[in-house]
């Protein structure tokens, strides 16, 4: 089993920025690949960013090149989402989620294992 409690969340305005955190426990940290997705209000749940157990990432298109950085220490046990400019389409429930195999950072939601309750960002206009 792995525990994932994600934090940072809250109201920010629109060109702020939060930096997310998922603490994970239950399992060796450095072994786990790890993502973050968003499921805003009547949409589905789409993925934003992962990191492999060896620090590779993956960014959705949208987030390429610009407006977020995904990270991890593994001697904390904890993986970051490092969000800039952020803008109201941004708002949404932040989940991470981990998935157990020693593989490539990917993006299917079914890949993943174990989830976090998530954490609400609001984006004010």
């Known amino acids: 089993q792995v525990q994932l409690v994600e934090s940072g969340g809250g109201l920010v305005q629109a060109g702020g920025s939060l930096r997310l955190s998922c603490a994970a426990s239950?399992?060796?940290?450095?072994?786990?690949?790890m993502g973050w997705f968003r499921q805003a209000p009547g949409k589905e749940r789409e993925f934003v960013a992962a990191i492999s157990w060896s620090g590779s990432t993956n960014y959705a298109d949208s987030m390429k090149g610009r407006r977020c950085t995904i990270s991890r220490d593994n001697a904390k046990n904890t993986v970051y989402l490092q969000m800039n400019s952020l803008k109201p389409e941004d708002t949404a429930v932040y989940y991470c989620?981990?998935?157990?195999?020693?593989?490539?950072?990917?993006?299917?939601?079914?890949?993943?294992?174990?989830w976090g309750q998530g954490t609400q960002v609001t984006v004010s206009s």
């Open positions: 239950g399992r060796t940290f450095s072994t786990l690949s």
């Open positions: 989620a981990a998935d157990l195999r020693l593989g490539r950072p990917v993006q299917a939601i079914f890949e993943y294992d174990y």
